[in-house]
């Protein structure tokens, strides 16, 4: 009885995910969905990524929560446009959520859009935002064996970036065995390991998405 | 038309949990629903408590994981009763599961339940599952500005425990001031802080745990 109410509901979401795609990809504009448990830094590696490219691309901001608008204060101080959705409860963003915020900036400007989900595992990946890329951010202190509990969240993504490597010596957490892992359930995967309080290892994953950002714009003028 | 399902869905849930309830305080039963983001520490919190605890009264535990019976082995290689639930998906326990958890295991020979629920901090609060407790773990390296963006888990729970006070000297994390707004959330929660990894501060949580538990028995004799 359940499974077509639930059904009906994503089917919809999806219509309006692929509207959302449309829209963005006419502006020639990379979406990327940040997703990730709540704590792990989705808003401190928007931060440190927005000072690595800033002077690259244009970059945009749609922060998602349940309650507060503390992460968009920290994005609008950034000076980069921003939008904060309140889902009021909800667990996660849909893509009608994100389609009035999109409505909100200044799209025509921007090459390079993060959309932050809420802070959540399980739910985020069953609604598709009209988002090009899926990204997920693993906490180090959260420990190693989150794929084995999680597995529909590292099957999904893009990519992985490992946060918080800078606990590595006061944690038990087997980076090579966590690799081996994820790339076991994902296997086309990329995975970054870096530290949004130290900056190591941010280089190499803005690199990695001021290409796609790139290829994205490129695409768009052919 | 949405909101009408869900309540058909959640009233439901809420007869078994009443009936899981009715259960559990005819054994005289004390059954805690833990609730944490993933990797807070629920398991490891769970196995601290039944070493500070299993010469002093009997426990047992369901697990709740999404997937994976990682948890329910650590538990069984303490010889503690346990059942594992896997969700297959669903980002909550639901007094439904936990029905059938609870017949698979020897009620009439347990003081103390641990109900491990899924790794999420939104949508396990909205499933009665018939505990006596809710209790949240906060993991210190999740940051101090928890209760602003989930503020529903924050107020419905009996007790916070502060896990991983070993890594206050390593990541930015206000203890008084967490202190503050968890109790301007809820003001009759307890706090207590621990590690699970030096132990510290387990005996409070574990004195208080059994003081609970003593008193459910006693109500039960009478």
Redesign the interface.
């Given at each position: 009885m359940?499974i077509p109410?639930v059904e009906d509901?994503l089917s919809a979401n999806d219509r309006l995910a692929a509207e959302n795609a449309r829209l963005l990809a006419d502006q020639g504009l990379l979406a990327v969905n940040v997703m990730a448990?709540?704590?792990?830094g989705k808003t401190s590696l928007i931060v440190q990524t927005i000072d690595a490219l800033r002077d690259h691309t244009r970059l945009g901001v749609i922060e998602g929560?349940?309650?507060?608008r503390?992460d968009a204060d920290t994005i609008q101080a950034l000076q980069i446009p921003v939008v904060q959705i309140n889902t009021g409860?909800t667990?996660h963003l849909d893509a009608n959520m994100v389609h009035g915020a999109l409505e909100q900036l200044p799209l025509d400007v921007l090459d390079l859009l993060f959309i932050e989900n809420?802070?959540?595992?399980?739910?985020p990946t069953d609604f598709a935002l009209g988002e090009a890329l899926k990204v997920m951010i693993a906490?180090v202190?959260?420990?190693d064996?989150?794929p084995?509990?999680?597995?529909?969240m590292f099957a999904a993504v893009d990519a992985i970036v490992v946060n918080?490597i800078?606990?590595l010596p006061?944690?038990e957490f087997d980076l090579a065995g966590f690799r081996q892992l994820v790339t076991g359930l994902n296997s086309g995967v990329q995975v970054f390991q870096v530290s949004c309080?130290t900056g190591e290892g941010i280089a190499a994953w803005a690199d990695w998405l001021l290409g796609k950002t790139t290829d994205r714009m490129a695409a768009n003028q052919t």
């Open positions: 359940k109410i509901i448990s709540p704590g792990a929560d349940i309650a507060s503390l409860g667990c809420v802070g959540n595992l399980i739910c906490s202190p959260e420990g064996d989150k084995y509990k999680y597995p529909g918080k800078d606990l006061y944690v309080t």
